[in-house]
């Protein structure tokens, strides 16, 4: 999660909201990093999660990223959560919850929703602080 806090402080430097995704292989090896990126790449889909499982995908040749841990600052929302799903990702771990989008228990959570083929293990809360404050700080200075 320290990595992913790292990841989501540099998107602020192009306006995006500071969310970091980092995932790991099932042996911790780092697959993929990336932050939000919609101002960036001027792409309502430049989630941190889609673009850290795009790279993570490219890097192993392998749409199927089966035992890969996907680490996010905070919450999935619908589109990422079910982009998890269809990736295979095993685990997500992700520090602060999202009452108005979130995906994985908050609003939603398709992530466990017992109707899907794919489920992962979900973790909730790791340094939920951290990435709170990060994202109010964001978003204090946009007030």
Do not use: Y
Not at 66 to 93: F, K
């Amino acid at each position: 999660m320290r990595r992913a806090l790292d990841v989501a402080a540099t998107a602020p430097r192009t306006g995006d909201v500071p969310i970091g995704a980092v995932i790991v292989d099932a042996e911790g090896q780092e697959l993929a990093a990336a932050c939000n990126a919609r101002e960036a790449l001027a792409d309502p889909t430049a989630h941190a999660e889609i673009l850290a499982l795009r790279t993570a995908a490219a890097v192993t040749g392998e749409w199927r990223l089966e035992g890969a841990t996907l680490v996010v600052t905070v919450e999935p929302c619908t589109m990422c959560a079910g982009a998890i799903g269809l990736a295979r990702i095993a685990r997500v771990v992700f520090g602060a919850w999202e009452p108005k989008t979130g995906a994985a228990g908050s609003l939603w959570d398709v992530l466990r929703d017992r109707r899907l083929t794919h489920r992962p293990e979900v973790v909730a809360g790791v340094l939920a602080d951290e990435a709170a404050a990060l994202m109010e700080g964001f978003f204090a200075g946009h007030r």
